[in-house]
């Protein structure tokens, strides 16, 4: 695994984008994996790690409902005792129940404190249409150290108004678990690197490592800073660990 990193002014927790390569369909593989970046993650002081889209499953919609997970599921037991033993919020990718046929595309983040929250991606895009409910809540805070950081999921970043309702709620940080291929990521990345500078937030992004559910991943996963600039990003694909650390 690869590590980069680097300082900034503008936050006052530590956190992480991993860059994680999914095995389709196998969540026990998969929180091996997660558990690599964890371990990772906390020689590195990072008190926050968030992981790509579905990535406990891979992005596979057509599968979704038989991968429904919540945060008390017995086989996210590893991954919530590394949450307490660490002292780490880990926010992972995965499908949630949404009380229909149809479950939401989701970000579960588990944590220290025993205490675990969920995320419903709002903005569905393409074919998520079919095999996924949106989540009817754009906005979703936690709070670390005093800071506001809000989740998104993908296809919510290229909504302007996703990131403007997070900043006007009180966001400081903004984090996104993602999928998405070279041509999107060259469209994608000024749009992040204006929400930084627009509304004075850091922005998170953590793209997969690698292929997933027929989507080739850019990888690239990064972290800007509150003035727009890029404070650290992965070089291309592969596992990565991405970390902004206060200065």
Known sequence: MDIARAASKSIAVTIAAAQSTS??????????????????????GVQWLVFPELSLTGYELAAMPGLVLQPEHTLLAPLREAARRTGMA?????????????????????????RH?????????????????????????????????ASAI????????????AAQAGARVYAAGILTSATGYAAEAPLWAGYGREHAM???IANHGGPSGGYVSAGRSGIWDSDGSLLVAALGT????VVAQTA
């Open 23 to 44: 095995v389709p369909l196998d969540v026990v593989a998969n929180v091996q994996n997660h558990l690599r970046f964890v371990e990772a993650a906390a020689q590195h």
């Open 90 to 114: 880990i926010t992972v990718g995965t499908p949630v129940d949404s009380g229909s046929a149809l479950p939401f595309i989701g970000a579960i983040t588990l944590g220290p404190d025993g």
């Open 117 to 149: 929250a969920v995320y419903a991606k709002h903005h569905l895009h393409g074919s998520e249409t079919q095999f996924a409910t949106a989540g009817s809540l754009p906005v979703h805070l936690q709070t670390l150290n005093g800071h506001q950081i």
């Open 154 to 165: 993908c296809a919510d970043t290229n909504h302007p108004s996703h990131a403007a309702q």
């Open 202 to 204: 850091t922005v998170l």
């Open 238 to 241: 592969g596992d990565y660990l």
